[in-house]
């Protein structure tokens, strides 16, 4: 489904990533953890096509195609949805009127028409009570006075309102208490399908605990160094990245 | 997100930018006391009116022009503008919509606002003044019977001679400013507006404008007057053909609002405002005030995309205690637009209380100032304002002003002023991005978010109107 090759990225002439490959078949959940600053979330956004993030080598093929040539929509439209780290506010412009748009944007991408208001109340409402936020927040401007949880919550249920193919989840755990953490585990879950595949980009072990992986990679230095199972999250729990640091060193 | 997308997100073509081939009878250019004199004459106005003019005349020879407004454009060369035109076939003036040009009537239909009554938003009166006359008002009659006159202001002169001679100028007096007294002089048409005692208008007012010919300035006048009790919903909209040279609009807008009326003034002003390289486009010097007596409303809303240059300050005079004034104002720039715009709140009776909302939004390279002046007078008591003043910048090119003038001469007085200025983000536009909306939808997205407030306030009918035209006159702003 997505396969990245040697891809090397940098971000304001500072190289960041340096040759990371990675392959995520459909249906499949990877994790990827990593010491600060080796690139994880850089990851994310060269996926997602952020501008300022520049590709100097490799390529990226999603579902067949070469998303490096595709502005940042038009990947979006392909399925690759991506939960941002820091989600940005946006004043005055309600959750629902923005989610409404996106929705209605991404079916006629898909040869859909738009979905009626009820419909659409109805999918909202129902996404709101998964992630449990409070119906109130759909008329809320978009992230505006939500607390961090309350903004990790809201990027959930927008992947659950857009239903993607690829969800890169940027330290989606971070900074949520365990009840939150667990609301967005299930919320994982729940959209786990044969068709639907998922990046995990965290610190901590402790998510996955509650999603299970069918891999767990270590992103150091901008590169891959080590891939295996959900044992290998315990191992790095116990011991932490520096051995494997000084490995690949 | 770069320079580049922003420029192509708000870039978009003038669309009421055509012209309408219709023969016109054009005073050549320059301005004297037999210009004025013309003027009368062909509105075959009494000897009075004709003397308020050239007072007014004599008076504007003496003034100079303001250059205070922190707007920049070369001087205009008042010889060089012709003071009236008229289309030929409104010579004998029209009895009825029938005998109205067919051509006219096309280029209404094709600006949207049909004047035939039978295909027009039901429950909208209209007044069409084309360069300088009225060429149809509409509903007449049925506004007759609730006792409501809606008329073009030249034929107000005539019917309602008292009612003239008492109220114009009474709030905006000839020698006010530069623009005012020559707007005294020369104006040619615009709406006569009155509501009796205790009738609420059954419909809303409305009154479009339109300059066609060139090199012509516009100099129209509207005085609305709402008796004790009464109230009027009224909305004005300007549309100008795209031309290289300047056009100069120069306006009075007088309402009175007697004991517990209400008067509700919006504006949807698309005049030309110039090309990407700031060739052309309307300047638009506006006079605007509205006194309010006891326990009266006034409230302004404007939503002002057009022009090159805007200088305008839609105000309120709070004379009666309790009366209440409100200003409501989205302005927007782009390319090498120029806006010098804000309100006045006066109070001088009791527990007056007035509300400011301006939301400015600055593109391209254009300039933005808002600028708005509090006055508290010693016999307000207890008198209340809340401003509310935020600028939206959209790219790294724009600017946006804030020029507040606060003056409290009672102490009871309470104001309050908040003002933010916020950037559309990269980071806002990539969240959008992200989630499948292009540029242009996400910037138009938040700008009408961002004017939210403002556009509630303008009638339901206009309110999706100018989130149209808000998002038109950005197209390209985003790169």
């Known amino acids: 489904?997505?396969?990245?090759?040697?891809?090397?990225?940098?971000?304001?002439?500072?190289?960041?990533?340096?040759?990371?490959?990675?392959?995520?078949?459909?249906?499949?959940?990877?994790?990827?953890?990593?010491?600060?600053?080796?690139?994880?979330?850089?990851?994310?956004?060269?996926?997602?096509?952020?501008?300022?993030?520049?590709?100097?080598?490799?390529?990226?093929?999603?579902?067949?195609?070469?998303?490096?040539?595709?502005?940042?929509?038009?990947?979006?439209?392909?399925?690759?949805?991506?939960?941002?780290?820091?989600?940005?506010?946006?004043?005055?412009?309600?959750?629902?009127?923005?989610?409404?748009?996106?929705?209605?944007?991404?079916r006629e991408q898909r040869g859909l028409t738009p979905l009626d208001a009820v419909s659409f109340m109805k999918q909202a409402r129902e996404a709101c009570a998964a992630v449990d936020l409070e119906l109130d927040f759909l008329k809320r401007g978009v992230n505006e006075g939500f607390s961090g949880g309350e903004k990790k919550r809201n990027e959930l249920m927008q992947m659950m309102l857009l239903e993607p193919r690829l969800a890169v989840m940027d330290e989606t755990d971070s900074g949520l208490d365990i009840d939150a953490l667990q609301v967005v585990a299930q919320g994982v879950n729940t959209m786990r399908a044969a068709d639907r595949s998922f990046i995990l980009v965290t610190?901590?072990?402790?998510l996955l605990e509650y999603i299970e992986p069918d891999f767990v990679h270590v992103l150091a230095g901008g590169r891959i160094v080590r891939s295996g199972d959900k044992t290998l999250a315990l191992e790095l729990e116990e011991k932490g990245y520096a051995w494997l640091e000084d490995e690949v060193a | 997100m770069s320079q580049e997308t922003i420029d192509k997100a708000i870039d978009k073509e003038y669309a009421a930018g055509f012209v309408s081939d219709i023969e016109s009878e054009t005073l050549p250019p320059g301005l004297d006391e037999d210009?004025?004199?013309?003027?009368?004459?062909?509105?075959?106005?009494?000897?009075?009116?004709?003397?308020?003019?050239?007072?007014?005349?004599?008076?504007w020879r003496e003034m100079e022009e303001p250059e205070w407004?922190?707007?920049?454009?070369?001087?205009?060369?008042?010889?060089?503008?012709?003071?009236?035109?008229?289309?030929?076939?409104?010579?004998?003036?029209?009895?009825?919509?029938?005998?109205?040009?067919?051509?006219?009537?096309?280029?209404?239909?094709?600006?949207?606002?049909?004047?035939?009554?039978?295909?027009?938003?039901?429950?909208?009166?209209?007044?069409?003044?084309?360069?300088?006359?009225?060429?149809?008002?509409?509903?007449?009659?049925?506004?007759?019977?609730?006792?409501?006159?809606?008329?073009?202001?030249?034929?107000?002169?005539?019917?309602?001679?008292?009612?003239?001679?008492?109220?114009m100028g009474s709030v905006v007096p000839r020698r006010d400013n530069y623009y005012a007294a020559l707007n005294s002089a020369v104006f040619s048409d615009g709406s006569f507006v009155f509501i009796p005692k205790g009738v609420r208008c059954p419909m809303e007012l409305s009154t479009y404008f339109r300059i066609n010919e060139a090199k012509t300035g516009q100099f129209e006048r509207t005085l609305i007057i709402a008796e004790e009790g009464s109230h009027v919903s009224y909305l004005e909209g300007c549309t100008a053909p795209m031309r290289d040279e300047n056009q100069l609009h120069a306006a009075v807008v007088e309402l009175v609002a007697m004991d517990d009326a209400e008067i509700k003034y919006s504006t949807?002003?698309?005049?030309?405002?110039?090309?990407?390289?700031?060739?052309?486009?309307?300047?638009?010097?506006?006079?605007?005030?509205?006194?309010a007596h006891r326990n009266a409303k006034i409230s302004w809303t404007q939503?002002?995309?057009?022009?090159?240059?805007?200088?305008?300050?839609?105000?309120?005079?709070?004379?009666?205690?309790?009366?209440?004034?409100?200003?409501?104002?989205?302005?927007?720039?782009?390319?090498?637009?120029?806006?010098?715009?804000?309100?006045?709140?006066?109070?001088l009776g009791k527990n007056t209380r007035s509300t400011i909302i301006s939301k400015g939004i600055s593109a391209g390279k254009s300039s933005n100032a808002y600028r708005g002046l509090v006055r508290m007078s010693p016999k307000a008591q207890g008198a209340r304002n809340y401003t509310q003043c935020d600028s939206l910048?959209?790219?790294?090119?724009?600017?946006?002003?804030?020029?507040?003038?606060?003056?409290?001469?009672?102490?009871?007085?309470?104001?309050?002023?908040?003002?933010?200025?916020?950037?559309?983000?990269?980071?806002?536009?990539?969240?959008?991005?992200?989630?499948?909306?292009?540029a242009e939808k996400a910037v138009s997205m938040i700008v009408n978010g961002f004017c939210k407030e403002v556009f509630k306030e303008l009638p339901m009918e206009f309110a999706v109107e100018a989130g149209k035209l808000l998002e038109v006159s950005l197209e390209g702003s985003v790169g």
């Open chain 2, 69 to 167: 407004a922190h707007v920049h454009y070369p001087e205009i060369d008042f010889d060089e503008v012709s003071y009236y035109s008229s289309p030929k076939s409104m010579e004998d003036g029209p009895k009825s919509l029938d005998e109205v040009d067919p051509e006219l009537l096309a280029t209404y239909e094709k600006l949207g606002i049909p004047l035939h009554e039978q295909e027009m938003l039901a429950g909208v009166a209209v007044d069409a003044v084309f360069d300088s006359v009225s060429v149809a008002t509409t509903f007449r009659s049925k506004l007759a019977e609730a006792g409501v006159i809606f008329c073009p202001i030249s034929e107000a002169v005539h019917e309602y001679p008292e009612l003239i001679k008492k109220y």
């Open chain 1, 1 to 106: 489904m997505l396969k990245i090759e040697n891809l090397h990225a940098s971000v304001e002439g500072k190289d960041i990533l340096k040759g990371l490959t990675l392959t995520v078949g459909a249906g499949e959940v990877h994790a990827i953890m990593g010491p600060n600053g080796s690139g994880k979330s850089t990851l994310g956004h060269v996926l997602a096509g952020r501008p300022g993030y520049t590709v100097t080598a490799g390529t990226v093929e999603f579902l067949g195609q070469n998303v490096l040539e595709m502005e940042t929509e038009e990947r979006a439209h392909l399925g690759i949805f991506l939960a941002f780290q820091y989600p940005v506010e946006i004043p005055g412009v309600s959750n629902m009127e923005f989610l409404k748009a996106s929705v209605d944007t991404m």
């Open chain 2, 35 to 59: 210009v004025v004199r013309f003027i009368s004459a062909k509105k075959g106005e009494p000897e009075w009116m004709l003397e308020w003019r050239l007072e007014a005349y004599r008076t």
């Open chain 2, 268 to 291: 949807v002003q698309n005049w030309y405002p110039g090309d990407a390289e700031g060739r052309g486009g309307i300047y638009n010097f506006v006079t605007k005030r509205g006194v």
């Open chain 2, 303 to 347: 939503v002002e995309t057009g022009s090159a240059v805007t200088w305008k300050y839609p105000s309120c005079i709070l004379r009666g205690d309790n009366s209440v004034g409100e200003f409501y104002s989205v302005a927007l720039t782009n390319n090498l637009q120029q806006a010098d715009t804000g309100t006045k709140m006066i109070h």
């Open chain 2, 393 to 438: 910048l959209i790219g790294d090119r724009c600017a946006a002003h804030t020029f507040p003038y606060i003056e409290s001469r009672n102490p009871s007085a309470v104001i309050e002023h908040e003002a933010t200025t916020s950037k559309v983000s990269d980071d806002q536009l990539y969240l959008c991005q992200q989630r499948g909306l292009d």
């Open chain 1, 203 to 206: 610190h901590y072990q402790r």
